[in-house]
């Protein structure tokens, strides 16, 4: 079972546009929710980060946002430069100590 | 201290062999995790250790996985016989526990071990 899903595999977008990616999580226990971009051949790097206390959170050109009713949370890149091509996941966990579990990604690709 | 560090960064084995790798997590993290990532997925959870305790093992690990933390800082991950299916990227991460609602970067990750066995 997919607790957090990135329907999503890829979004192709204009630099200098709003680029918006999208993630879903099912389970409820979920208090704390992280974005993740990837470079080819590098692991995974912070990107930003929100708690289940907040609806918002926005750092620089990055916001996320969370709606924990509808259990969904967005990530709005604005304006999008080409150096944000990436691969972007989204990770989510509860108030205990299990492991971060992914999504499995979306690809960005931002055209000049 | 740079960061975390993976080696090697690329293994290719005939299928059969055993493989290990390494990772050596931020000095001050006494947590450290085990993903692997393979094509279209994203990172999928194997183990964690808190201290040299290996705290939570996922299903994905087989009997012919074992990890190892024996100091508390860097850690080994061992794949025996190995099998085609066991082609991935081997990810390690490392983070200090989480402390009631504070906010944290989450986890610093290695660049990964590509592992091909053919």
């Known amino acids: 079972d997919q607790q957090v899903k990135q329907n999503s595999p890829s979004l192709s977008v204009q630099e200098g546009r709003i680029s918006i990616l999208n993630c879903d999580y099912t389970n409820s226990m979920f208090d704390y929710f992280l974005w993740y971009k990837k470079y080819p051949a590098e692991g995974p790097t912070f990107l930003i980060s929100?708690?289940?206390?907040?609806d918002k959170n926005e750092d620089g050109r990055f916001t996320v946002f969370l709606n924990k009713s509808a259990k969904h949370l967005s990530l709005h890149i604005v304006p999008s430069q080409p150096g944000d091509s990436a691969v972007y996941f989204c990770?989510?966990?509860?108030?205990?100590?299990?492991?971060?579990?992914f999504g499995k990604g979306t690809r960005l690709s931002v055209i000049a | 201290d740079t960061g975390v560090s993976q080696d090697p960064r690329h293994k290719i084995t005939k299928r059969g062999q055993n493989v290990t790798f390494r990772c050596d997590p931020i000095?001050?993290?006494?947590?450290l995790y085990w993903y692997r990532q393979t094509l279209g997925q994203g990172p999928e959870f194997l183990t964690y250790f808190q201290n040299e305790a290996q705290l939570e093992k996922s299903r994905l690990l087989s009997d012919r996985f074992s990890a190892e933390r024996p100091k508390g800082s860097f850690s080994t991950l061992e794949i025996q016989r190995t099998e085609q299916g066991d082609s991935a990227m081997y990810l390690c991460a490392s983070s200090l526990p989480r402390t009631g609602n504070l906010q944290t970067n989450g986890y610093t990750f290695g660049s990964g071990t590509r592992l091909t066995v053919v």
């Open positions: 000095s001050e993290h006494n947590r």
């Open positions: 990770a989510a966990r509860d108030s205990g100590n299990t492991p971060l579990v």
């Open positions: 929100i708690s289940s206390i907040k």
